[in-house]
């Protein structure tokens, strides 16, 4: 559908054109949430106008209530995810690497996976209060079945003739490791880790506002209880930024390290958002 | 690769064997708990049992149910009905990516507080917030189908002159499919963790209602059986879910073999 | 059935260029030839020649940037019902989630025919290209040469006055490309439809027309006009040895030569 353009200028309006239609998208919407709340079509008191909001949420910057909250969020969403990846390679090649083990556990792995991780919190509730490990129970339940399962999809690609070849060559398991079965298992790796980290934001902020521990979703329930209507919206875009760079940044990272490493994947169910 | 296939009986023996081995090892090893937070399995199975299969037990498990499946099914047709004109329309893709990745990218259950002001504590807050949550992942994945809509096949649409609702049933809407039934997976896992945040928030009746009973009131096993159930749930409703994937995506996953294979 | 009142099809000074941001390229520079009801021809030149590209035009697919393409005396500005178009990519051309028989039954769900008739013509055009129970097989599970005979069905089933067909044997072995090439001509007697058929295989271009227009390097113009004076009755074997073949075969693969080296007629 589109042709190489042989002229970069001609490739640059090209891009500035998408650039500025979003930014007309996100400007319309911001329009939206001006108009809406001071019209009245909506009331103002479930919604106040963008303005309002974004003054909230310059007033909210200025409290170091606000940078806490946002550390606590950050600092529950990395260590539950570096705990997920890393028990999720582990157990995945370790399963991945035999049929045996694979066919055995294909059973309970799927009816594990299902389980709302909420379904845990009373029970880290009890055990663990409103601490951070309540929060780090569920984003680790939660965000470690998209690695498992996605290394697991990588284990499985490994070219059989490739594995031969390096049993033959007398490589021990800990080479066969890192030469033959993580190549290919990276691109799904990354896959999976875009997916957990997600889905790791999703839960830490979900246990704040549930569990009540401190963070962005316990200021978001705060404010609403507290009727500081605008802060509260000041705060949920506040999540909704901090989604958007995990997925960006997730992607940037997914397309940097497969740049150089010959993406040996095919039309993989994992390669699907 | 073996090329024999295995008989029925080894295949069942290996779906349970591993689920089997655990239950009966937690069963074992619970069995004199005097622990108060980890009672022994058997006492949580009688709970079960009391519980959860007397009558009274459809007053939270059906309201439940229906909430998910009302905001789901509800998201399901506006995921598709929006994400089809927005995946066909380049400008209109260019102008809403923005707003719609700042939109899904907000944690759905801290809509929750925000529905509560606009809806109050009733079955529409919850119904709503489990809209709001699984329109996203329909959505987005729609307009990837219909992105990915073959050139070929719409070159022979045009040149047959298959009209606009023909053209709808049997190639937009089938051409997406697959990528679309993604998005219904995604979006499934999100309504069951939606629909017990709401009830656990706010609520009078509900499975994720007792679940928090029972834990501020400290009936341990009582909650434990609630967590199963929760977990029979997801798993009964994946199944489900599976079975109907199966039945509509049959000619996909024969064309994917048959590809494979080719 | 050549040199009949008014013509079938008539392509008046087509000219096709695609332009975006940064370039633009001159696809189709003129080309006018007309066709008679009832005549096969093929058109034939060397890859890069625009051959889609004029196909499309003359499908209504794609506008032409001047020039005029006439069917029964109307101007075609988009798909005519007369038409039908067998694209060269069967895999794709065909709707994997639709048995056979429904992929054969669409074009003609709308055309306001009782369902019986409908059944008639699905079944009629499944049997004019040997296909005999597939009805209720999905295309993912024929041979490449099969779906590209259901596709050939679909559009005779459409009951067309022109069948256009896009380099439909490319992707087909040669086995294949021999039956299906024969299938053409017995369809074309029988159905008395007009054939335009684009190919870049020289051989089969004089195998099967009547006529072959001999095109050139883009931008696009028609070499020449070669008229196929081989017997009416054509075999795989036995027109393939006659001498004329070969002096046609040649005839046509020193003018695409020529074309090749971007030589092109000097413009009248």
């Not at chain 1, 606000?66 to 999720?88: C, K, P, Q, R, Y």
């Not at chain 1, 200021?219 to 997925?247: F, H, K, P, R």
């Not at chain 2, 927005?86 to 529905?115: H, K, T, Y």
Request: aromatic letters at 8%.
């Amino acid at each position: 559908m589109s042709t190489p353009t042989t002229n970069v200028r001609a490739g640059i309006n090209a891009r500035t054109i998408v650039w500025l239609q979003g930014l007309a998208g996100l400007a319309g919407f911001a329009a939206l949430l001006e108009i809406l709340p001071r019209s009245g079509l909506i009331s103002p008191l479930y919604l106040p106008p963008f303005s309002t909001i974004v003054v909230a949420l310059f007033n909210e910057m200025m409290s170091a209530e606000f940078w806490s909250a946002l550390d606590d969020t950050l600092e529950a969403w990395a260590i539950g995810l570096v705990i997920s990846v890393i028990a999720g390679v582990v157990i995945g090649i370790a399963i991945g690497s035999s049929n045996a083990l694979r066919t055995l556990t294909h059973s309970t792995i799927e009816f594990l996976r299902p389980i709302p991780s909420v379904a845990l919190i009373p029970l880290a509730v009890l055990l663990f209060g409103s601490q951070i490990q309540s929060t780090l129970v569920l984003v680790v339940y939660a965000s470690f079945w998209p690695v498992l399962i996605q290394v697991l999809y990588g284990v499985q690609d490994v070219d059989p003739v490739a594995r031969e070849t390096a049993r033959s060559y007398g490589l021990g398991s800990w080479a066969q490791i890192r030469y033959v079965v993580w190549p290919t298992t990276l691109p799904y790796l990354l896959t999976g880790i875009r997916l957990a980290a997600a889905v790791a934001l999703i839960l830490a902020i979900t246990s704040e506002v549930a569990i009540d521990t401190q963070g962005l979703g316990k200021q978001i329930a705060d404010t609403e209880s507290g009727g500081a209507v605008a802060a509260m919206y000041a705060y949920v875009i506040v999540a909704g930024i901090i989604g958007v760079l995990v997925n960006v940044g997730a992607r940037a990272l997914e397309r940097r390290v497969l740049a150089w490493h010959p993406s040996m994947r095919l039309d993989s169910a994992g390669a699907r958002a | 690769m073996k090329n024999t296939v295995p008989s029925l009986s080894r295949r069942i023996t290996v779906v349970v064997a591993l689920p089997t081995a655990l239950i009966v090892t937690w069963w074992f090893a619970s069995a004199g708990s005097q622990n108060f937070y980890f009672p022994p399995l058997r006492t949580i199975v009688e709970t079960f049992g009391k519980l959860w299969f007397s009558p009274q037990s459809m007053q939270n498990i059906v309201p439940s149910v229906a909430r998910l499946l009302i905001g789901y099914v509800a998201a399901a047709f506006l995921g598709i009905a929006i994400g089809i004109p927005v995946g066909a329309s380049r400008n209109l893709r260019n102008v809403l990516e923005p707003v719609l990745e700042f939109l899904r990218a907000i944690p759905p259950p801290v809509l929750v507080p925000v529905l509560i002001l606009f809806a109050g504590l009733g079955n529409e807050m919850k119904a709503l917030v489990i809209v709001f949550g699984c329109v996203w992942p329909v959505l987005l994945n729609t307009v990837a189908g219909v992105r990915a809509l073959d050139e070929v096949l719409a070159e022979v649409v045009h040149s047959y002159r298959i009209g606009p609702i023909a053209r709808f049933w049997h190639f937009i809407l089938p051409g997406a499919s697959p990528q679309i039934f993604t998005g219904l997976r995604q979006s499934l896992s999100i309504g069951i963790i939606l629909m017990v945040i709401s009830e656990m928030y706010a609520a009078r009746d509900g499975i994720g209602f007792v679940l928090v009973q029972y834990q501020r009131s400290f009936a341990i096993p009582e909650m434990w059986s609630a967590i199963i159930l929760l977990g029979i749930i997801g798993i009964v409703l994946s199944m489900i879910f599976r079975a109907f994937e199966t039945w509509i995506l049959g000619w996909y996953h024969g064309l994917r073999q048959s590809q494979r294979a080719g | 059935m050549v040199g009949a009142a008014s013509p079938m099809l008539d392509v008046k000074r087509l000219h096709k260029v695609y332009a975006d941001s940064s370039r633009t390229v001159e696809a189709i520079r003129d080309v006018s030839f007309s066709v008679s009801q009832g005549e096969l021809v093929c058109i034939v030149g060397p890859s890069g020649a625009g051959k889609t590209t004029l196909l499309k035009c003359i499908a209504g697919l794609l506008a032409p940037s001047s020039g005029e393409i006439v069917l029964e005396g109307q101007p075609v500005v988009e798909p005519p019902p007369a038409m039908a178009v067998v694209f060269q990519e069967y895999g794709r051309s065909l709707f994997p989630w639709m048995t056979v028989h429904d992929n054969v039954a669409l074009p003609i769900k709308h055309k306001k025919l009782d369902a019986s008739r409908r059944e008639d013509l699905v079944r009629d055009a499944l049997a004019a290209v040997d296909l005999k129970g597939v009805e209720g097989a999905y295309p993912w599970q024929l041979s490449g040469g099969m779906q590209q005979r259901v596709a050939i069905a679909r559009a005779v089933a459409y009951e067309p006055h022109v069948l256009l067909m896009d380099e439909p044997f490319a992707a087909v072995d040669a086995q294949t490309r021999a039956d299906l090439e024969d299938l053409i001509r017995v369809l074309w007697r029988r159905l008395r439809v007009t054939v335009l058929f684009v190919t870049h295989d020289i051989d089969e271009s004089v195998y099967l027309g009547q006529r072959v227009l001999v095109m050139s390097h883009a931008p696009t113009v028609i070499m020449e006009d070669v008229a196929i004076d081989l017997p009416d009755e054509r075999t795989q074997l036995e027109t393939r040895s006659i001498a004329r073949f070969g002096e046609l075969r040649k005839h046509i693969y020193s003018k695409i030569q020529l074309a090749k080296q971007g030589w092109r007629p000097p413009t009248p």
